[in-house]
């Protein structure tokens, strides 16, 4: 089972080494390594006895982690200390809060569906000019039972080190199938929704056949589905991709081109293939108010699409500023935080029957100015010591009871989680009570102190800033 050109060894009592002289990438590491604890389901049957054998790796790698025999097996070592039973854990001398999250995210993506920890909100889409909602984007999110919820940025990528990306964009096609059938029960005002599917799911084969099935058992018609690509390189120059958009295409899905203007846009491209909508990167909405270039892009845009027959969505629109620009340009369709934020399924519904948004600027957060640099680290989790390296954080609020700092990090936020403050070289062990995620991307913890003969340090601290 193991990969060729590899050693194993009886180190000692019930340790063993296994030596991959050629094994370099993450991925295939965590492939062996899940491969190795598949063990833990073999039966060892001895007389009329059976036995499960529980497996535990620690893994680590030269140079990075040791560049000795001796500190390899150190440092694995130290790695299998942190791994928990039938569980893997790979060492790294960075090992910061951020490399652990992802670690454990990669971990348990694979039972993310069948524990129905993901979920799917909805953007609405909307006319410029009336805000009447003319479709809605499915984006997908994940409740992950330690770290709260991940952004589809954070574990769309893990998923694709995998088959498992296989497995959620059918999950996201099938769910939001499910989801359009039961509004036309309902008699809502439905409207077409997009779903993004990445291109290495369409390399993989069957999608079209795939969506013409769930469709059909949904009762959906193809017109209420739309499909979001993004442009990458790799879209147009294989063939079995093109293929798919054909068949998706003849079938009646539309095809909207995502993020269009961020990566590699050729018009050539645009007129080849069956692209019915052009959605424009939200970096342009961002710049289009003060910056004449993007201006005359967008114009640009604006102008091909028609000639090409093609519809243009405004991506990422904030600003009533944004907005009359765009309306100044002609475009139609605009989505973005000024009329909604992707909403829960239930809101969305209202959406519908309301039919239509205002448009609404949010109050830039109130940000406290008079911060403290800190740094945090984790302590515990679920009942096990972790050990990570510290962060940069900024302390912002003190009471008796709490302390509140801002980070652009998503901790775990439970009961089962302990972190500790590091203000001016002195550890200070919290919990994190809640989380509130500001528009600038930071997010604000409040935390009560695990001590609370610690909140007059916090306190002075903060006075004296
Ligand atoms: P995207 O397809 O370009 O989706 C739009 C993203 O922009 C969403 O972020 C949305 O919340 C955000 N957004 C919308 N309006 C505004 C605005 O006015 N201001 C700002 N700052 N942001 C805005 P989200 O949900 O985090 O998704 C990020 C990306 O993850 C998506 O970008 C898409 O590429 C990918 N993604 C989401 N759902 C799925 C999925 O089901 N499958 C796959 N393969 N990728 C997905
Ligand atoms: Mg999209
Ligand atoms: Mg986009």
């Known amino acids: 089972q193991l990969p060729g050109a590899s050693y194993f060894g009886h180190l000692y009592g019930d340790e063993y080494i296994v030596l991959f002289p050629n094994v370099v990438e993450e991925c295939s590491i965590n492939k062996i390594c899940e491969q190795l604890i598949e063990l833990s389901k073999q039966k060892i049957v001895i007389d009329s006895y059976e036995w499960y054998p529980s497996i535990g790796i620690g893994v680590s790698r030269f140079p990075e982690d040791a560049d000795s025999a001796e500190d390899l097996v150190k440092t694995a070592s130290i790695a299998l200390g942190r791994a928990r039973v039938n569980e893997y854990s790979v060492y790294s001398s960075t090992f910061n809060i951020e490399t652990y999250r992802r670690h454990q995210l990669q971990k348990s993506i694979r039972t993310?569906?069948?524990?129905?920890?993901?979920?799917?909100?909805?953007?609405?889409?909307?006319?410029?000019?009336?805000?009447?909602?003319?479709?809605?984007?499915?984006?997908?999110?994940?409740?992950?039972?330690?770290?709260?919820?991940?952004?589809?940025?954070?574990?769309?990528p893990l998923s694709e080190?995998?088959?498992?990306?296989?497995?959620?964009?059918?999950w996201v096609l099938?769910?939001?199938?499910?989801?359009?059938?039961?509004?036309?029960?309902?008699?809502?005002?439905?409207?077409?929704?997009?779903?993004?599917?990445?291109?290495?799911?369409?390399?993989?084969?069957n999608f079209a056949e795939t969506c013409q099935e769930t469709l059909q058992r949904f009762g959906v018609s193809p017109s209420m589905l739309e499909i979001e690509i993004l442009e990458t390189d790799v879209l147009f120059d294989n063939s079995k991709i093109q293929q798919s958009l054909q068949m998706l295409s003849q079938m009646g899905i539309k095809i909207a081109l995502d993020d269009f203007g961020k990566g590699y846009s050729s018009i050539s491209y645009l007129q080849q293939y069956p692209i019915d909508t052009i959605k424009i990167d939200r970096q342009f909405a961002t710049t289009l108010v003060q910056d004449k270039k993007t201006q005359s892009v967008v114009r640009s845009v604006l102008f091909m699409a028609k000639e090409f027959g093609m519809d243009v969505v405004a991506e990422g629109v904030e600003t009533m500023g944004q907005l009359h620009f765009l309306r100044g340009l002609e475009c139609t369709t605009i989505q973005g935080y000024l009329f909604s934020k992707p909403l829960p399924k239930a809101d969305f519904e209202q959406?519908?029957?309301?039919?239509?948004?205002?448009?609404?600027?949010?109050?830039?957060?109130?940000?406290?100015?008079?911060?403290?640099?800190a740094s945090i680290t984790i302590q515990r989790l679920n009942g096990q010591d972790i050990h990570v390296g510290?962060?940069?954080?900024?302390?912002?609020?003190?009471?008796?009871?709490?302390?509140?700092f801002y980070s652009p990090l998503h901790l775990p936020v439970h009961e089962g989680i302990e972190l500790v403050l590091i203000l001016k070289q002195?550890?200070?062990?919290?919990?994190?009570?809640?989380?509130?995620?500001?528009?600038?991307?930071?997010?604000?913890?409040e935390c009560q102190y695990l001590d609370v003969k610690q909140s007059h340090f916090v306190f002075e601290a903060l006075q004296s800033s």
Not at 124 to 147: F, M
Not at 395 to 404: A, R
């Open 112 to 156: 993310a569906i069948r524990r129905n920890e993901l979920f799917l909100e909805y953007q609405p889409k909307v006319n410029a000019w009336s805000g009447t909602i003319v479709g809605a984007e499915a984006l997908i999110r994940w409740q992950h039972p330690d770290w709260g919820r991940i952004p589809p940025n954070d574990f769309i």
């Open 161 to 170: 080190e995998s088959e498992m990306h296989i497995l959620i964009a059918d």
């Open 174 to 205: 099938e769910e939001t199938c499910r989801n359009i059938n039961q509004w036309i029960l309902a008699d809502l005002p439905i409207v077409p929704v997009s779903i993004n599917v990445s291109p290495k799911r369409l390399i993989h084969g």
């Open 351 to 373: 959406a519908m029957r309301r039919r239509q948004i205002a448009a609404t600027e949010a109050m830039t957060s109130p940000i406290s100015t008079r911060t403290i640099d």
């Open 390 to 404: 510290r962060t940069n954080i900024a302390v912002s609020k003190g009471t008796m009871h709490s302390v509140s």
């Open 426 to 445: 002195q550890p200070i062990p919290v919990r994190p009570l809640q989380a509130i995620e500001l528009d600038n991307g930071q997010i604000e913890y």
